[in-house]
């Protein structure tokens, strides 16, 4: 007995993206990370571009499948790193150096190993004497597994 052919166009496609998503793709490190600080910007973007709304931020999440927590300064539900960030973003913030970052998260047992990236860019607010104060950081956790499938669908 043969294969009858009769796969509708959806069950087609969705075969189709299956055999694309088993492709093996080989990136550089620096091409992860490049790929990672774009989409933290246009996630970022995304966010501005909705007033920092948190009706939003689901949604957004979701549009990016990305994870996003908004910290603000002595946040008591900040993980460590996300409290590092901080702190180096108010210091940062008296020399006027608040430009965005990321971060490669290292949860696997090999210590040259990561799974996903942290994108972080604070917001920020002049004051009177020309000094700027970090109301609070925007961190947008990126899996590296869906960086590499989005640019390998660049490819």
């Known amino acids: 007995m043969g294969c009858g052919g009769s796969l509708s166009d959806e069950q087609r496609k969705r075969l189709h993206e299956g055999m694309d998503q088993q492709q093996i793709v080989r990136l550089s490190d620096s091409e992860i990370v490049t790929a990672s600080l774009e989409q933290g910007r246009i996630v970022f973007a995304?966010?501005?571009?909705?007033?920092?709304?948190?009706?939003?931020v689901d949604s957004i999440a979701a549009r990016y499948h990305v994870r996003?927590?908004?910290?603000?300064?002595?946040?008591?539900?900040?993980l460590e790193i996300e409290n590092q960030l901080i702190e180096a973003y108010v210091i940062g913030a008296e020399t006027g150096?608040?430009?965005?970052?990321?971060?490669?998260?290292?949860?696997?047992?090999?210590?040259?190993?990561?799974?996903?990236l942290l994108y972080s860019r604070p917001l920020v607010k002049p004051i009177a004497d020309g000094a700027i104060n970090v109301e609070g950081v925007w961190n947008?956790?990126?899996?590296?597994?869906?960086?590499?499938?989005?640019?390998?669908?660049?490819?």
């Not at 995304?46 to 939003?56: E, I, M």
């Not at 150096?97 to 996903?116: C, F, G, H, M, V």
């Not at 597994?145 to 669908?153: F, G, P």
């Open 140 to 155: 947008v956790y990126i899996a590296k597994k869906d960086i590499i499938l989005s640019v390998a669908k660049r490819k």
């Open 68 to 78: 996003l927590r908004w910290i603000v300064p002595g946040s008591a539900d900040a």
């Open 97 to 116: 150096s608040t430009q965005d970052n990321i971060q490669k998260l290292r949860t696997l047992p090999q210590a040259d190993e990561y799974d996903s």
């Open 46 to 56: 995304a966010l501005d571009q909705v007033k920092f709304n948190p009706a939003k």
